[in-house]
Each structure stands twice: as structure tokens, then as C-alpha cells.
């Protein structure tokens, strides 16, 4: 075949030349290098042809450059044809996404774009980390059915330090990831150590990210602690999640100069609310007052105000503390401190409702009717003085009719009970309108004074956090509405409607049960709230909550608008909290633009800068769920350490083909009783059924089933607690009673968050769902909120 003339290319003109140099004795040009070789060339080219154009005579390297091109269409780099030609792999034919990591190796790409996630081999993954961003070539479907991808090119790397501990073999560290999505170790070289001593929690600077021959290899930059200090597990997921805990100092320097008052100047231009006998009402151990309510009573319903901290005052658009505070997103709340998203001057100072002083605030008065519909509602700037710091227990106490506390606060009881009277309405109407309340527990962990967990216990709500529930809702509807009708582009909280995907397996889990699901394919949130309410009662009304909890969808922020479905709200934003969330600061700069007669086309954002925002701020959610919900299975398995060999009542909360996980009634603490565990049968996993059936016996074990378990082991590094089920007579047998299969075919805090924690699920990925056998994606508790 007769060769045509190609441009020939100097290797020396590869700008990766010395790496390859280190790397091998007899280099050849860089798989970038060749990549652009040819798209310079333009034309499909044979192995000698490449050779050529390379200038590579050396027989030892026109091999290696042949295995190399092998190499680069075994990882999808190029493509060849049918006369033996490489070419480069058409960008139209690639995609790309965010990796998403799984601790037993392999991992999944989430499209840019959307659509179904890519499922990455063990092999694949080995260039990459968790978080990376990259383009993959689809190459066809594994034998589980999932699309397969090949990593093309790693566009961005976000793994640029890890947190983990110190394991030192042969005078070379290995420090392996807390972060259990970062499944490769990290070498550390002798010279790299330091300091740290063996078994210490390290910091790592990643010095060379991984490639598919070697290992990632970093440095020590920082020793967190020994392994099990007091305080290390905040510290830890601090670190590993990549949270921002110091403050810049431009930021230092822009509030070094604010006062701990409110300035008279900043009080004009408001409409005085300070005579108005405002209170705020929160957790005992509260220290930020975003929120303060007053509510009376009118011929036609009632009049509400929502008081919330004006935050936009002191945070001007792209200032040092805009700036950071976008960057953190959001505060996060471990169980034993606090990462603000702004500077405590303003968390617990300026922009906290503190009582008996003067604050600014953004005010919302609604007018509601007997029926608890919003007539009329506005928005405007303000400057308050608390009447009263009240607690939630205080206030029920009240309501019940404590006759001290009565007594102490006469001057807002009667506001407080009128908050009561509106609270049953709204609820009712709730009610009417067919918002999800699902029936879960949230768990606070006490310490004592070494800092040790000293007990782990429920958090009892009762009718004063469903007040502020209400008033939260009222407040963020009323806020979305105007934002709506103005047309000004904003961000929404959005709770788009179960997947199909899942809404197919509910159902046929629903009839296996001879229940189902009314609404045909596109049930409502009134469609799920009959369901609950006509299961309320039965044995197995927590299993069938469980399965519908798990269909929903996750609530993100978005500029787009498609309503909230567990709260079954058409329009629905966050306004309440804007010292804890970003989101909630540009509504206020919306409508505060719109209270001050601003036009739509003069507002600060345009609408693709608020997309990135939403997005952004989605992701900042996510990572402050991931790692304070480390955060807790760490202090959870440290808590059962010393119980061991002791035996607790259960009820089975997930069931999988390795096993079911159980809740400890006692003490809400999740762990694995293994299928190896489960051995007087042989178990088959039905999906559909959320069961286990016994081959030869017939048991069934199923979700919501009572379990008597004797804990075997704890694993603190992994946050792993594993059960076997109590011994009786020599021989483990489930606790549950025995079932034949066919015997089963018969027929809310401080907002509005923690109002509906069922309407914000967390639906998620497909990496979730190929769960490690020891390892679950435990159920959050969390700081009671105001709203959804």
C-alpha cells in the first residue's frame, strides 16, 4: 500500500516530553501529544504512518508506540477502522459529567447534560477521584444491564488534598482516605512524612494525581490529632468534604469595622416595627435569630408578620462577605459546633434577632382568611426590637396553660395564642391541600464534659414548632408568588415529582400489598398523602412509609420553577434563613429591589449567573448532608464501641441482597446484620418485596420487621456497625416470625425543612444503590429547620 506524504512533527515539540523521560528509558511522545498529531493531520493514519510523522526510527519505539495506540483504543482515547487507520474519537460522540465514586472501586459519570449514569469499571476509575470531571465514550452494557463508559479525558480535578489516617510500611506512608468515595490510597514518600507519627489523622496535599500505572502520591501537610480525640470527627469531615472554616482576610478586614449596634442611620428609610410586640421562638440552645412573628386577630382572619434579619444590609453584592458566603453556600451543623456561612458578628450579632434590642429586618405581613388562604401579602424593609426570646418548650407550656409562664410573658400571650389559632387553620388547610407529612424520628446526641457521646435521644416536637413551621411556609409561598408575577429572575426551592422509574417499583410493591397508588401515571402529593392516611394503623404502615419516602425526588435550588411537590405548593422559595443560606440572601436582594420600585431589566443578576448559583448551591447542600451525616455514624460507632456482645430490640430498616440493616428502638442507631449472618437458610432477595425468603424454611424477612440483634462488631474507621441476630438455643433464627411468600399477597422543627422532612427526601444516584454490604446511606438527623 502506498504510503502518502504526511507533516512530519518533531517529538521534541511535546510539552509532556521530560514526564515521559522520567517515566520510561526509551520514551515515545505523550498520548496528548499524539492526540494532537492527529488532529493536525486530519486523516485516519496507520501505526507506521503515526511512527513516521513522529520521527521514530528506533524499532524499540515503534513498538512501544504501537502498544501505546493499543493502549489509547482500549481506553477510548481513538478510534480505528476497518483498514487498521486511528483517528481521533469524535467530541459529538462523547459526554460529560461529574464522577461520582463508590468505595468498593468503580464508580458512575452523572451527564452534564442529564439522562441516565454511566457506569465506570474498577479500571476506569483508577485515574480518577471522586468529584473529578471527565469525558467518557460509551462502549456498550455490562452484564447488569447499566451503560458502560471508557474515560476519554479528565477535564477537571477536584481532588486536591485528603484527610485520612497514617499507615507507615517499610519508611513509605500510605494514608487512607476517611472519605470512603476516595477509594485509592495515598502514597506518601519517606521524605514526605514529616512529622506525623503512625496511626495519626493526616492532612495530604496531592503532589500527582492518579493515572492507570501508578498510584496518587501526595504530602503531609498537616497533622489533625491522634485517631480518637475528642472532637476529631467534626474535624475530619471538616476536611474531607473541603469546608471552609477560615475566613479570608479581606473578610476580616471588611467587618473589623462594623459595630455590635445598629446604626441610626440605617434605621431610616424603614417602617418602624419596634412598638409591635415581636418574639422569636426557638430551640433552647439556639444562638442565631433569624426570625421573629407577631400575629393578630382581624374581622375577616388574621394579620401575620414574619420578621426575618435583613442580611442584604451588611452583605453588599460582591464584597469580601458575598464572596465567601456564596462560596460556603450554606452553615453547617455538626452535633458539636457550627460552620457559619457568615462571620458570628452577624450570625449572633448584627443580624440576629436578639431580644430587647433594635435589628433591621425584612418584613412580610399577610393577611390570611378563616380558611387559611393568603388574600394579600408585601415585602418591605424594617427596623424591629424583640419583645421576647422564647423557646419552644416555653411556649407549648403556655399553651397548655402554665400559669408562671403566663403570667411572665402577659404582654405577648395574647399574640401567641392567636399564632396558635392561625397555626390550626393553616395545618388544616395543609391538610386540604394534600402536603406529604411523613412520621420520622430525629435524634440529637448529648455530650458529656470529656466531649464523650453520654446518650443519644429523640427529638420530641410538639405544637410550637409546627407554628413556626406554618409561618415559615406562609412566608416562602408568599415570597415565590411575588417573584412569579414580577417575572424577576430568582432562584426556587424545587421538588419535582417522583421519578417513573420508581413510581413503577412503588406500584408494584403497592400491589403486592392489594394497595395502590391513586393519581394513574402521575400521581399528586394528595395522591400520597391518602395512601398514608389510609395505612395509618396498620402493621406494616412503617414499611409502606419507608418505600414511599424512598421514591421521591430531591429538593434543589433552580431558576426554573416547577413547583414543590411534597409540600404541594405550585411555587415555592426560600426567604426565612438568609444567615444560614445563600439562596435565602438573593431573594431578599429580590425583594427588596421590588419593594424599593426597582424594574426587572435594572436588578443586579441575570438569570444564567442565578443558574450557576442554584447549581452551586444544590452541591454546597449535598456536601454539608454528606459530611455532617459522617460526622454522626462516627460519633454512632463510638457510642457502641464498649456494647459489643450486648443484645437490643430492632426494626428492619433497608433489605438488600447482602443483608438487612436494622434501627435500634433504644438508641436510633443503624447497623448490618450480614447474609452470611442470616445462616439456618439459605435467603433469596426480592427488590420489589423489600424481602428476604428462605429456600428452605419459607421465612420472610422483610422492611418494618422487629429483630432482636446482639452487636458483633464495630469498625470506627469505616462508620461500620455489624449485628448478628441473638443467639436462642444454640442456633440464630430471624426475629421476626416465620411467613410463607404468599401469606403477604393479602390486602417536622424549626421550619418548614423539618415541617416536611418526607417532601425533601433524598433521592440518590445510582452509585447509592450499588451499596457496600457493610455499608448503608444512613438517614440524616438533623438541626430542626423552618422551612421546606
Same mark, same amino acid.
Not at 290 to 306: F, H, I, M, Q, S
Not at 680 to 693: A, E, Q, S, V
Given at each position: 500500500m502506498a504510503k502518502r506524504r504526511s507533516k512530519t512533527t518533531s517529538r521534541t515539540q511535546d510539552p509532556n516530553q521530560a514526564r515521559e523521560a522520567r517515566k520510561y528509558e526509551n520514551p515515545i511522545p505523550s498520548r496528548e501529544f499524539i492526540i494532537e498529531t492527529l488532529n493536525e493531520q486530519g486523516a485516519p493514519m496507520e501505526h507506521l504512518e503515526i511512527a513516521g510523522v513522529l520521527e521514530l526510527t528506533d524499532e524499540g519505539q515503534v513498538e512501544a508506540l504501537r502498544r501505546r495506540l493499543k493502549a489509547m483504543l482500549r481506553d477510548g482515547q481513538l478510534l480505528c477502522n476497518r483498514r487498521d487507520q486511528y483517528c481521533v474519537v469524535n467530541k459529538r460522540d462523547l459526554i460529560a459529567g461529574r464522577v461520582i465514586g463508590h468505595p468498593d472501586g468503580f464508580g458512575f459519570l452523572k451527564p452534564d447534560e442529564g439522562g441516565e449514569d454511566l457506569y465506570l469499571s474498577f479500571k476506569e476509575m483508577r485515574t480518577?477521584?471522586?468529584?473529578?470531571?471527565?469525558v467518557v465514550r460509551v462502549i456498550g452494557v455490562d452484564r447488569r444491564g447499566r451503560t458502560e463508559g471508557a474515560v476519554v479525558e479528565v477535564l477537571e480535578r477536584s481532588t486536591h488534598s485528603v484527610v485520612g489516617r497514617l499507615h507507615c510500611e517499610a519508611g513509605v506512608g500510605i494514608v487512607a482516605p476517611?472519605?470512603?468515595?476516595?477509594?485509592?490510597?495515598?502514597?506518601?514518600?519517606?521524605?514526605?512524612?514529616?512529622?506525623?507519627?503512625?496511626?495519626q489523622m493526616v492532612v495530604v496535599e496531592i503532589l500527582d494525581q492518579p493515572t492507570r500505572r501508578t498510584p496518587p502520591i501526595g504530602r503531609i501537610t498537616e497533622v489533625v490529632g491522634d485517631h480518637m480525640g475528642p472532637g476529631m470527627e467534626t474535624?475530619?469531615?471538616i476536611r474531607s468534604h473541603e469546608i471552609p472554616v477560615a475566613w479570608p482576610e479581606s473578610v476580616e478586614q471588611q467587618i473589623a469595622g462594623l459595630s455590635e449596634q445598629v446604626a441610626e442611620a440605617d434605621k431610616a428609610d424603614r417602617v418602624d416595627l419596634r412598638? =409591635?410586640?415581636?418574639?422569636?421562638?426557638?430551640?433552647?440552645?439556639?444562638?442565631?435569630?433569624?426570625?421573629?412573628?407577631?400575629?393578630?386577630?382581624?374581622?375577616?382572619?388574621?394579620?401575620?408578620?414574619?420578621?426575618?434579619a435583613d442580611v442584604s444590609h451588611y452583605v453588599a453584592i460582591d464584597t469580601p462577605l458575598d464572596v465567601e458566603g456564596r462560596k460556603r453556600g450554606n452553615s453547617v451543623y455538626f452535633p458539636d459546633r457550627v460552620v457559619p456561612m457568615l462571620p458570628e458578628i452577624l450570625s449572633n450579632g448584627l443580624c440576629s434577632l436578639n431580644p430587647r434590642v433594635d435589628r433591621l429586618c425584612m418584613a412580610c405581613e399577610l393577611y390570611i382568611d378563616r380558611s387559611g388562604k393568603i388574600i394579600r401579602s408585601r415585602f418591605f424593609p424594617a427596623v424591629m426590637h424583640s419583645h421576647a426570646r422564647l423557646t419552644y418548650d416555653k411556649v407549648a407550656a403556655m399553651l397548655d396553660g402554665d400559669g408562671a409562664l403566663c403570667e411572665q410573658y402577659a404582654d405577648v400571650l395574647p399574640h401567641i395564642q392567636e399564632l396558635y389559632q392561625l397555626f390550626q387553620v393553616l395545618h388544616a388547610s395543609r391538610a386540604e391541600r394534600g402536603a406529604i407529612e411523613f412520621d420520622t424520628t430525629e435524634t440529637r446526641i448529648e455530650f458529656n464534659a470529656q466531649k464523650r457521646v453520654e446518650r443519644i435521644v429523640p427529638v420530641i416536637r410538639n405544637d410550637a414548632h409546627r407554628i413556626i413551621e406554618e409561618c415559615m411556609l406562609a412566608a416562602n409561598v408568599a415570597a415565590a408568588r411575588l417573584l412569579l408575577r414580577k417575572k424577576l429572575p430568582a432562584i426556587y426551592r424545587v421538588h419535582e415529582v417522583p421519578p417513573e422509574e420508581k413510581l413503577s417499583d412503588l406500584?408494584?410493591?403497592?400491589?403486592? &400489598?392489594? =394497595?395502590? &397508588?391513586?393519581?394513574?401515571?402521575?400521581?399528586?402529593?394528595?395522591?400520597?398523602?391518602?395512601?398514608?392516611?389510609?395505612?395509618?394503623?396498620?402493621?406494616?404502615a412503617h414499611l409502606i412509609q419507608t418505600v414511599l419516602l424512598r421514591s421521591m425526588a430531591q429538593a434543589i435550588y433552580s431558576c426554573d420553577n416547577a413547583g414543590h411537590f411534597g409540600l404541594s405548593y405550585p411555587a415555592y422559595?426560600?426567604?426565612?434563613?438568609?444567615?444560614?443560606?445563600?439562596?435565602?440572601l438573593l431573594v431578599h436582594r429580590a425583594l427588596k429591589h421590588l419593594s424599593l420600585g426597582g424594574k426587572v431589566d435594572e436588578f443586579d443578576y441575570a438569570l444564567p449567573e442565578l443558574k450557576g448559583i442554584a447549581e452551586h448551591c444544590s452541591t454546597t447542600e449535598r456536601r454539608a448532608d454528606e459530611a455532617t451525616r459522617d460526622a454522626y455514624d462516627w460519633l454512632k460507632c463510638e457510642y457502641m464501641q464498649d456494647k459489643v456482645g450486648e443484645c437490643f430490640d430492632g426494626i428492619v430498616t433497608s433489605v438488600n441482597s447482602f443483608g438487612v440493616f436494622v434501627e435500634l428502638k433504644e438508641v436510633?442507631?443503624?447497623?448490618?446484620?450480614?447474609?452470611?449472618?442470616?445462616?439456618?437458610?439459605?435467603?433469596?432477595?426480592?427488590?420489589?418485596?423489600?424481602? =428476604?425468603?428462605?429456600?428452605?424454611?419459607?421465612?420472610?424477612?422483610?422492611l418494618g420487621d422487629p429483630m432482636r440483634i446482639q452487636v458483633a462488631a464495630v469498625n470506627l474507621d469505616d462508620r461500620k456497625i455489624d449485628f448478628v441476630l441473638e443467639s436462642r438455643g444454640g442456633s440464630d433464627k430471624p426475629g421476626a416470625p416465620k411467613r410463607k411468600r404468599k401469606s403477604r399477597k393479602r390486602g417536622k422543627s424549626k421550619d418548614a425543612d423539618k415541617a416536611a422532612p418526607a417532601a425533601e427526601s433524598e433521592s440518590q444516584p445510582q452509585a447509592a444503590e450499588e451499596a457496600k454490604p457493610a455499608k448503608k446511606k444512613r438517614r440524616r438527623r438533623r438541626r430542626p429547620r423552618k422551612e421546606g
Open positions: 480518577l477521584f471522586h468529584g473529578d470531571r471527565a476517611d472519605n470512603k468515595r476516595l477509594s485509592k490510597d495515598i502514597v506518601i514518600p519517606r521524605s514526605e512524612i514529616g512529622e506525623a507519627k503512625q496511626g474535624d475530619i469531615a412598638q =409591635l410586640p415581636l418574639v422569636t421562638i426557638d430551640g433552647a440552645d439556639a444562638r442565631d435569630f433569624d426570625d421573629a412573628v407577631y400575629c393578630e386577630a382581624k374581622p375577616k382572619g388574621w394579620r401575620l408578620l414574619v420578621c426575618i406500584r408494584e410493591f403497592l400491589g403486592e &400489598l392489594a =394497595l395502590s &397508588l391513586p393519581g394513574g401515571s402521575k400521581p399528586t402529593a394528595k395522591d400520597y398523602a391518602t395512601l398514608l392516611e389510609n395505612v395509618r394503623g396498620r402493621e406494616d422559595t426560600h426567604f426565612t434563613s438568609p444567615i444560614r443560606r445563600y439562596p435565602d436510633h442507631i443503624d447497623g448490618l446484620v450480614h447474609i452470611t449472618a442470616l445462616d439456618n437458610d439459605f435467603y433469596h432477595f426480592d427488590p420489589i418485596g423489600h424481602r =428476604l425468603t428462605g429456600e428452605r424454611t419459607g421465612t420472610v424477612i422483610r
